[in-house]
């Protein structure tokens, strides 16, 4: 009976272990592994995998002291840098970082499926990890930790996910932090069984993640232990979080990047060196000095040089804006001074340097020209209060359509612009001046343009990307370069700018305040937030990270596609490439990333190729992130640098701009706590009262001119009142918001809930 019993029990236990074997032979790899006979979900936890456990992850780290962080990223390179070029190149950028994306795409592998509709900010979640005066350092034993963890006693703000996206293929989960983190912190991502599989059962933690600590300590590897250590940490965190030990089914402990430090050594280095020399403004033929009366001048042709020939193309430049208000500007004056060079040429980027004590290396220097524009009537004592004008992309400094303003000259502004670096077309352009006496002057137009690509033709804006290995920095250098120009520049001013050569300043250095449009509003909010000398600012249609609002751009998307398409291997889905954005549109190349925007549903993933157009997206934001105009929005205001004080800013953007679209805008505007200094045009109330002739133009479906558009006659209304609050804004140092003319189409400040879609004009 004993040993019937006994060979029953045998025999079902061998048909058991049959049925589960012959069970794993029929489902995927990934789920046959689990660690369970109940067959639970679990997030995957297989640290020494990018793809099978959370990220980010200090796991991919090294320790380097010379980083504020303490540590560097060290991402695996793929294992055929041929084969994978492109990847190859971004890693190695990426691993020059002290940390992480400071507002992160988090990825989170799974062994099964889960129910989607239960990943709420709940269930996965980010906590900030306070400062440990125990901080273990690389190479500790793994004996004795238990108490140093207890010893901590509060944990930092808890910070959500958005833009959730479920790749079935790979059964990941990706998801972007709800809000951007601080900077070069310690951040703890926690994933809870409140995730559901789709069944209804809690998912599970997995056996990689209940054994860790013993298999970090066997790998016998200071850098194991001690992220050993940050996972113990993490725990405890999670439990002071409030989330009980049983519900914990993962963690991640990583430390976001160093983000403002670019801009703010920048300052320190260009203000600690030599005093600059004076500005110069004599130009013209043996040396004349090129200063004229603004109502002498009867046209100016830009001669610009477009190719590496000796031909150049001339156009006419638009006097329109300098004489909107009739008589307002007085003279202007064209010079130049010498600024620092700190990119490398070719490639155009800047070397990375130690974020804790590193100096960037200045590469050389480079003559910057600038045309100023001063007021009518008797200069104040003390010189004109001056106000930095910042072109848009494509544009330049020479008098092109909607780039200059005399509604500064009526409020007692004088204006001064330089080009962008890159901008201008090439170095050897011209400007020539036809005066109303018949006679004419030719000089130096300061083109910053290049030949970057070897073609023999140089565009309005080549020379601005980042290249060769270094092109997934893509603008960001291009940003903190024309913000070091612009440095120097306030140190001219500083020095004392003499136009009309009577030993006087005409320019007075204490109240200088800054005026940028779209791509001059970018790169001016890394310039504002580091330099206090600037006493105000406006940002008119500032936006996000470049790929990420020429993605979202009718306009531009096709620039991303072209950008896909030169990868190595291409990236280009173009068989599932999406036609339109929000209804508008788009041109070829085309290709699908399948990225929800802010606050909508979760996307269930099945587009080919759609997570590695995402992955590139992530990298590229989060190597340009120190010189993005939302990770130093919070310096002007929410967190002044020590010693310094919060100043003035306005920000103003249009609704449904398909340039500069609301969800980037608005992200700035969060990150700065900016939502009492924010004017919203109102596009879509504006728009339908335009005549039917001018509601088909481009130029006002697509709503960024409202800034600019001095020009355009169906624009008139808005663009004069913009002009108009932003002149008095500046005028009082910051002290002066207008409500524009018309006042039906503003929200000044705007109103709350933020315009997180795209609404545009179909």
């Known amino acids: 009976m004993h040993a019937r019993s006994r060979s029953s029990r045998n025999r079902a236990r061998y048909l058991s272990i049959l049925a589960i074997a012959l069970m794993a032979i ?35 780290t090294v320790a380097d002291p010379d980083q504020n962080t303490g540590r560097r990223v060290a991402l695996p390179m793929p294992a055929d840098c041929i084969a994978h070029q492109s990847d190859c190149n971004d890693i190695a950028v990426l691993n020059e970082l002290d940390g992480f994306n400071q507002h992160p795409r988090i990825s989170i592998p799974f062994d099964g499926d889960i129910d989607v509709s239960t990943v709420t900010s709940d269930a996965i979640f980010l906590v900030e990890a306070p400062a440990s005066a125990a901080e273990p350092a690389v190479g500790a034993s793994c004996d ?69 600590r013993q298999q970090l300590c066997r790998l016998d590897h200071p850098e194991s232990v001690w992220y050993r250590r940050q996972l113990m940490r993490a725990e405890w965190i999670a439990r002071r979080a409030g989330v009980q030990n049983r519900d914990i089914a993962a963690v991640s402990v990583f430390h976001t990047q160093s983000a403002t430090y670019m801009a703010r050594r920048l300052h320190e280095q260009i203000f600690a060196a030599p005093a600059p020399t004076p500005a110069d403004f004599h130009l013209g033929s043996g040396g004349a000095r090129t200063v004229y009366n603004l109502a002498d001048i009867a046209s100016v042709t830009f001669n610009r040089q477009m190719t590496t020939g000796p031909t150049l193309s001339p156009t006419a430049g ?17 010079g130049r001074y010498q600024s620092y060079d700190f990119r490398v040429h070719p490639g155009e980027y800047i070397p990375a340097v130690p974020t804790a004590n590193g100096v960037l290396a200045l590469q050389g220097t480079e003559t910057i020209y600038f045309n100023l524009y001063l007021p009518s009537g008797p200069m104040p004592a003390g010189g004109w209060p001056v106000a930095i004008l910042a072109h848009g992309a494509s544009l330049h400094k020479n008098f092109a359509a909607g780039t200059d303003s005399s ?15 890159g901008h201008g077309f090439g170095p050897s352009g011209t400007l ?9 002057g030719v000089l130096p137009a300061g083109g910053r343009s290049l030949d970057q690509n070897g073609d023999g033709q140089i565009t309005v804006n080549e020379g601005f990307q980042a290249s060769g290995d270094h092109g997934l920095r893509d603008q960001a250098d291009a940003y903190l370069q024309t913000a070091a120009d612009l440095m120097q520049l306030v140190r001219v001013i500083q020095a004392g700018v003499d136009v009309d050569g009577d030993s006087r300043p ?10 940028g449009w779209s791509l001059g ?33 009718s306009r531009a998307r096709n620039q991303v596609g072209a950008m896909l398409a030169a ?8 068989d599932y490439g999406l036609t339109e954005i929000d209804g508008v549109p788009v041109a070829a190349p085309l290709f699908n990333e399948n990225v929800p925007l802010r606050d909508q549903p979760a996307v269930i993933n099945t587009v080919p190729g759609a997570i590695a157009i995402q992955q590139v997206l992530e990298r590229s934001a989060w190597v340009g992130r120190n010189a993005e105009a939302a990770a130093y929005a919070p310096l002007v205001r929410l967190q002044p640098p020590s010693g310094q004080l919060a100043r003035p800013v306005l920000i103003q953007f249009a609704r449904g701009d398909q340039f500069s679209q609301n969800p980037g805008t608005t992200e700035l505007v969060r990150a700065g706590a900016l939502e009492d200094r924010t004017a919203l045009y109102r596009h879509d109330l504006f728009y339908p009262t335009l005549p039917a002739a001018l509601q088909s133009e481009s130029i006002y479906t697509t709503a960024h001119a409202f800034h600019a558009a001095l020009a355009q006659t169906g624009w008139l209304p808005i663009v004069t009142g913009c002009h108009q609050q932003a002149a008095r804004f500046l005028a009082s140092d910051g002290a002066t918001t207008i409500v524009p003319a018309y006042a039906q189409y503003w929200d000044v400040p705007i109103v709350l809930p933020f315009p997180v879609d795209l609404a545009f004009i179909r």
């Open 26 to 60: 029929s489902l995927p790899a990934n789920v046959s592994t689990r660690a369970h006979h109940t067959l639970a979900v679990h997030a995957r936890f297989e640290l020494s995998s990018l793809a099978a456990s959370p990220f980010p992850s200090d796991r991919f």
């Open 144 to 212: 004795n930790d238990a108490a140093e963890l207890e010893s901590e006693s509060s944990v930092g703000r808890r910070v959500g996910i958005n833009q959730i996206v479920w790749d079935v293929a790979t059964r990941t989960l990706h998801a972007r932090a709800d809000e951007a983190l601080e900077e070069h912190a310690r951040y703890v991502l926690i994933v809870t069984r409140r995730v559901l599989d789709t069944t209804g059962k809690p998912i599970a933690a997995s056996r990689d993640f209940k054994t860790y």
């Open 318 to 334: 638009s006097l329109v804006g300098l004489r909107f208000v009739a008589g307002a500007v007085g003279r202007v004056a064209f």
């Open 407 to 421: 509604y500064a000259a009526a409020n007692g502004v004088a204006l001064i612009i330089i080009n962008a670096a």
């Open 432 to 440: 020539r001046l036809q005066f109303t006496d018949g006679t004419g």
């Open 506 to 515: 005409d320019l007075d250095a204490s109240h200088v305040t800054y005026w």
């Open 521 to 553: 509003a970018h790169y001016g909010m890394p310039f504002f937030a580091a330099t206090p000398e600037v006493k105000a600012a406006v940002f008119a249609t500032i936006n996000a990270p470049v790929l990420e609002h020429r993605r979202l751009s």
């Open 567 to 574: 990868r190595v291997p291409s990236l280009l889905n173009s």
